[in-house]
């Protein structure tokens, strides 16, 4: 039994969305290590990407970098037709792009709403849209949805963001019981509150100190789940051997949820 072969991605190709720091980043990088080429998506900081894009490269990977908001159909567009060029095809994708915002729902306004769900649940269904039928062609594929405890238990002060969470959970089964028998698995992961660069000025008293105190206090593991140890568990999810996962959530949140 070759134990190394079973997470060697050699000649496959994935696409991360949001992938210019923390988990993004994470998994990029873990995949470039795999021999896999990678597609960096970043909304809006190129700076960042291309830097994941050195990186990668220094790793032995091709590279490929694609700008624009996961949540508009132009920019999936524009990823499936450079993938194509580049690549000639996606195997596996992860759909992590995401923004939280800080309000109650009383101060979520209209446009709030759309947007969240825009970058949460319908990035994720114009990825499958552009990417499933490529690998029903080819009989394998891997499609991963960052998805989190928002999605399970709600949040009054991103009421968006849990539903949209909550929807993609939906998703990720739908997609499941359609596409196993095309090769394709589709599965959750699920992060919890991770040690990863943040904007901690949209959430009044917290700080990276707070964070790591409440992280103490809350996980079996008495610290903060690392944005790598999140990358092994993408990798686990779209290995061969892992055929058989499908329509799963795998938390890799220090033991939080199994406590809540």
Not at 160 to 178: C, D, I, M, N, Q
Request: glycine share 10%.
């Amino acid at each position: 039994m070759a134990i190394d072969k079973d997470l060697d991605f050699t000649g496959k190709t994935i696409l991360v969305t949001g992938s210019g720091r923390n988990i993004g980043r994470a998994i990029i990088l873990e995949f470039a290590a795999r021999g896999a080429n990678v597609i960096i998506n970043a909304r809006s900081n190129e700076e960042e990407a291309r830097s994941v894009e050195k990186e990668a490269q220094e790793l032995g990977a091709r590279t490929l970098v694609v700008m624009g908001t996961a949540g508009e159909l132009e920019t999936v567009e524009e990823m499936k037709k450079r993938a194509e060029e580049t690549f000639g095809r996606v195997d596996i994708y992860v759909s992590n792009a995401a923004r939280r915002l800080s309000k109650t729902f009383f101060e979520t306004t209209n446009e709030d709403w759309h947007f969240f769900l825009n970058q949460q649940l319908t990035a994720s269904w114009y990825l499958a849209k552009a990417f499933v039928p490529g690998m029903m062609e080819a009989g394998w594929g891997r499609i991963i949805h960052i998805n989190g405890p928002d999605g399970y238990d709600g949040g009054w002060t991103r009421v968006p963001h849990s539903t949209a969470k909550g929807a993609l959970r939906t998703l990720t089964k739908s997609l499941a019981s359609g596409l196993g028998e095309y090769g394709i698995t589709v599965n959750d992961i699920n992060p919890g509150f991770m040690d990863t660069i943040r904007d901690y000025s949209t959430h009044p008293g917290v700080t990276p100190e707070f964070s790591a105190e409440r992280a103490r206090e809350r996980h079996p593991i008495k610290r903060q789940p690392r944005p790598d140890e999140l990358a092994f568990a993408v990798a686990f999810l779209c290995s061969d051997r892992s055929g058989a996962i499908t329509g799963s959530a795998i938390h890799v949140d220090g033991g939080a949820k199994m406590l809540g």
